[in-house]
Every structure is written in C-alpha cells, then in structure tokens.
C-alpha cells in the first residue's frame, strides 16, 4: 500500500510542475521548494502558491491496514492483540494427558486376580553384559487364560534371564519353563494384598490430581501475564476453559482408579 501512495504522490507532484512549468514566462521565476519529493513539498511561482501535500485521504490512509487491529493515536501506532487461547490450551491439554499416561502404566503394573499380558510391561531383565531392558522387548507375553501367561522370548538364550527378572519382581510370580518359553500362573490374591493394591490406587490418584492442578496453575499464571493486553471477557473465557479442562481430566484419574480398585477387590 505504501507502495501506491508514493507512486500517486509522485504522479500528482510530476503533474503539478509540468502544468506550473509551462504556464511560467521564464524558468527563473520557478521556485522548487528543497524538499519538493517529500510529502510537504511546495512550488512557488509569481502570483501562485501551489501546495504539494498528499491528499488528505491518501495521508489518512497511511495508518495500520491489518484487519482487526485499531490505530493507537494519530501517530499511527498500531495495538496488536494476540490470541494466546489456543496455545494455552494446547499446553494444558499435553500436560494433563501426560499425567493420567502416567496414571495409567502406573495400575497397568498392579496386580490382580486376573491374567493381563500388560502386567510383565514395566519388568527390567538385565542381559549378558549387563544390558537393561524391558521384558515386552525381549519376549511375547500372551494370555492363555484368565490365570495363566505366556511368555515366548524372541531369543531362546534369554529365558533364563526372563525368568529371574519376573521371580524378582513383587508381583509374586513364580514362572515354570515349558520348552522355549515361560508359563506362569497368577496366584488368587489374599485379603493383606488387596487392601495394599487399594492404598496404591488411592496414592496414585492424588499424584496424578497435583499434576494435572499444576497444569492447570500454569495455564491460569500465563492467562494472567497476559490480561493486560486482552479483553476481560476473553481472559474469563479463557479461565473458564482451563477449568472446564481439569474438570474433564480430574474425572478421568477417577474413573481410572475406581475402575481399577473394581477389578483388584472382585477378582480376589
């Protein structure tokens, strides 16, 4: 746009002398003013006084052109608004459902009465050389019924290492070698052991619950750094949706344990 302005000043300016110039009886009573390109440029001539400003409209022009942004003063300041709802959100959403993943791989290792091929995920077997790795890398573990897994390493030379990583672990387990892979039955849990499994998910609840109020904290403490350069209803909406947000994700660590403290209290 700026541009065009130019473009239209220096038309008309060009305009103007030519008209002034031809209709002057000599070149030496034609005056240019120094700074006659310039938006205040003025031709004098004998009895003429010309004025070579842009035009008011094409001056009142100059001003900010974005869409949805408003002029500050006349001097042409421009107040950029930003919109920092989305990222915002975005950030609090990722947060939070890193926290109730987090819930999730934290009762996947609890166990129940009740085979999962998902409860050996969180095992570590250390190999030949001393190299860690998780059991689900090294070894197929299956269902063969609701008591009994099966674990089929990828590498026959590891069963040995299978079998001490799972005897080592505090699920209980007591593996058997059938060929080239591991069986191993899920013993009924006893009265002590539920009561333990209960005290856990009621503990992993209230640590997934700080995560995700933190998240939610953060949310509100960016909002507010921000609430001067934003309109009162938008950072009350946007407050609206962070808690809206941990609302939603609150509820889902809840069903999450409750679901969980389920299924460890009918499968004893």
């Known amino acids: 746009m700026a541009m065009f302005v130019r473009r239209a000043a220096s038309t008309r300016n060009a ?18 003013g120094r700074d ?30 974005a869409k949805g942004k408003k002029s500050k003063d006349d001097s042409g300041l421009v107040d950029v608004s ?18 109730i993943d987090a819930l999730s791989r934290d009762l996947t290792k609890l166990r129940t009465g009740r085979a999962a091929p998902g ?30 897994l099966s674990i089929n390493p990828y590498h ?10 799972i005897v080592s672990s505090p699920l209980g387990l007591n593996p058997k070698l059938d060929g ?15 009561q333990a499994m209960c005290k856990i998910v009621t503990k992993s609840s209230e640590v997934v619950k700080q995560s995700i109020r ?7 403490d ?15 909406r946007l407050e609206k949706d962070v808690e809206e947000l941990t609302k939603k994700f609150v509820k889902s660590a809840d069903d999450m344990c409750k679901s969980k403290e389920n299924e460890i209290t009918t499968q004893s």
Do not use: W
């Open 15 to 32: 305009i103007a002398f030519l008209r002034i110039f031809s209709s002057s009886s000599s070149y030496s009573s034609l005056v240019v």
């Open 36 to 65: 006659f390109f310039s938006h205040k440029a003025t031709l004098r001539a004998p009895d003429l006084d010309v004025d070579l400003r842009l035009p008011s409209f094409l001056r009142d022009s100059r001003r900010g052109f």
């Open 82 to 99: 930003l919109d920092i709802g989305p990222s915002v959100k975005a950030t609090a959403t990722c947060q939070m459902e890193a926290a």
């Open 119 to 148: 409860m050996l995920d969180h095992i570590v077997v250390e190999t030949g050389g001393g190299l860690k790795m998780p059991l689900n890398h090294l070894a197929l573990v299956s269902v063969l019924d609701p008591k009994t």
């Open 156 to 165: 026959p030379d590891t069963v040995k290492e299978l079998e001490k990583a």
């Open 180 to 194: 080239q892979k591991l069986i191993a039955s899920i013993p009924p849990l006893t009265k002590e052991h539920v």
């Open 214 to 220: 933190r998240a939610r904290q953060k949310a509100l």
């Open 222 to 236: 960016t909002i507010k750094k921000a609430a001067s350069g934003l309109p009162k209803d938008e950072v009350k």
